[in-house]
């Protein structure tokens, strides 16, 4: 960390953070033509005007902060930081205009809830939302599930050997490929061209369920982005329910799933490595972890009496498991029904689920299945050093990409990124119970914010605390950028005040 930051190191900083700014009000053009062809003119001017004030600071930071100064790892972390928490802001403006949110505040957290692929909602009447708007929620899932620094790294590659600490920055571990501009690229030729594929398929599922041939097209593409971003985001207020369609819901769990899949894994399935899908020590932890959690929910739900017959009551356990295990957040009932109606096991199923997550360099958040590995491959070594003879050699390995040794540096650094989950999950929590909501409630959406899961049991609203909000938010960015960006920018920080005092 810089002790004394200077101008220079600020400029840089702010040069960065102009570049995903300037990007971000590129992405609302889309929006604004469609508020457009759909007569949303109101909408559209508010896309226009939020859209060019993003591209103007933008600009203008290209234009009055160039330096000389080369980016460091000190800068592109403080960076990261600083770009996810002000590119919500822009984010934040043409949902504020729509007038679905009770404050800027309320559309600030939606902007930060679809930037980090959240899904938690603040908004009023959904189901009468423009289509313009509703689209731009998703379509900011897409962006921040790519990784909205991606953007600099594909838009202005000049500096791509100077821009890898801002790519791990925003919570990515795995360089595809050799040159980082060509790892940024492959992410988004696999989103879009997943894009084409699930989207067809939902639309051939959506229209079959009976909606319209163009409405279906727009349901599907919102759909498909809540799913494979492992947003949440919904359309319609009731979530995927509103489709009452099995076909719909099968496709949506392949399209989870491939969204908690870690970009290096498919890469090498689009190699034709297929064997590493079976090898991989994260995709079988996560497998197992789902094996699991589903029949515990099945046998919730069975004690819970909550279904007459076995087929609905396997389907939605199904979906609701996976759509927690890969922090996607869609569910096929109302929230509250969670605690309410499912007993105790498989809420506690949920909440399990959505803190645990995908795969990491996925999507997905959550602490990750490969840190949870880790640490059972760790104490399965340390059990096995007390029970064989000293003198016994015990090595433990992993898989990911290729077989691995496991040595004790990395089960430290996974228990103790662990350890720093299970905190942030707590910080909601207890502030929840401070504000005296029951600790079911506290606990399941505080660890619906951090985690990235979204599925809320309605804790999430309009008149929630303003605290809890800021509390939310804060969960929301710190564990999307996982910790270490988000403390080297407090770090930074202090070095400014320090160097000033």
Not at 442 to 452: K, T
């Amino acid at each position: 960390m810089l002790f004394r930051p200077g101008s220079d190191d600020l400029r840089l900083i702010l040069l960065y953070t102009g570049r995903v700014i300037f990007g971000v009000g590129l992405a609302m053009a889309l929006p604004a033509v469609l508020a457009v062809i759909y007569g949303e003119f109101a909408d559209g001017w508010s896309f226009l005007l939020s859209g060019s004030l993003a591209v103007i600071t933008g600009r203008a930071a290209e234009l009055y902060l160039q330096t000389a100064k080369r980016l460091d790892s000190s800068h592109a972390l403080a960076t990261v930081s600083l770009a996810w928490l002000t590119a919500p802001v822009f984010c934040a403006m043409p949902l504020f205009m729509s007038g679905h949110y009770a404050s800027f505040l309320d559309a600030y957290f939606e902007g930060m809830s679809g930037i980090a692929t959240i899904g938690l909602t603040l908004a009023n009447d959904l189901d009468h939302m423009a289509r313009s708007v509703n689209f731009w929620r998703h379509l900011m899932h897409f962006l921040g599930g790519q990784g909205i620094v991606v953007i600099i790294l594909t838009a202005f590659s000049t500096g791509a050997a100077r821009l890898g600490t801002l790519y791990t920055g925003e919570g990515r571990e795995d360089v595809i490929l050799p040159n980082i501009v060509r790892t940024a690229r492959f992410i988004w030729r696999v989103a879009l061209v997943y894009a084409l594929i699930g989207t067809s398929l939902l639309w051939a599922a959506v229209t079959t369920a009976g909606l319209p041939v163009l409405d279906g097209l727009y349901h599907a593409f919102n759909l498909f982005i809540a799913a494979f971003d492992t947003g949440g985001f919904a359309t319609q207020s009731s979530s995927v329910a509103f489709y009452r369609s099995q076909s719909v819901e099968a496709v949506l769990l392949v399209i989870m799933v491939a969204g908690a899949f870690s970009f290096a894994l498919h890469y090498q399935l689009w190699q034709g490595r297929r064997s590493e899908l079976f090898k991989n020590t994260e995709t079988r932890m996560l497998f197992t972890s789902v094996m699991v959690l589903l029949t515990v929910m099945v046998i919730g739900l069975v004690r819970s009496g909550t279904f007459e017959t076995f087929l609905p009551l396997y389907r939605h356990a199904l979906f609701n498991t996976v759509s927690a295990q890969t922090t996607t957040g869609l569910g096929t009932v109302p929230g509250r029904l969670y605690v309410t109606d499912w007993g105790v096991l498989a809420p506690a199923v949920i909440v399990t689920g959505m803190a645990i997550g995908g795969m990491a360099g996925s999507t997905a958040g959550g602490l990750k299945a490969i840190r949870l590995g880790l640490v059972l491959k760790g104490l399965r070594h340390d059990i096995r050093r007390v029970l064989l003879p000293e003198d016994a050699v015990i090595v433990e390995s992993y898989h990911a990409g290729g077989r691995s040794i496991l040595k004790a540096p990395q089960v430290r650094d996974a228990a103790l990124f662990v350890l720093l989950w299970l905190s942030l999950y707590a910080v909601g929590a207890v502030l929840g119970l401070f504000y005296g909501y029951p600790l079911e409630l506290a606990l399941f959406e505080s660890v619906a914010a951090a985690s990235s899961g979204g599925l809320s049991v309605g804790l999430a609203r309009p008149d929630l605390e303003t605290p809890l909000k800021v509390v939310y938010i804060l969960q929301m960015v710190v564990g999307r950028l996982e910790f270490i960006s988000i403390f080297a920018l407090v770090g930074y920080v202090v070095s400014v005040i320090r160097g000033k005092a």
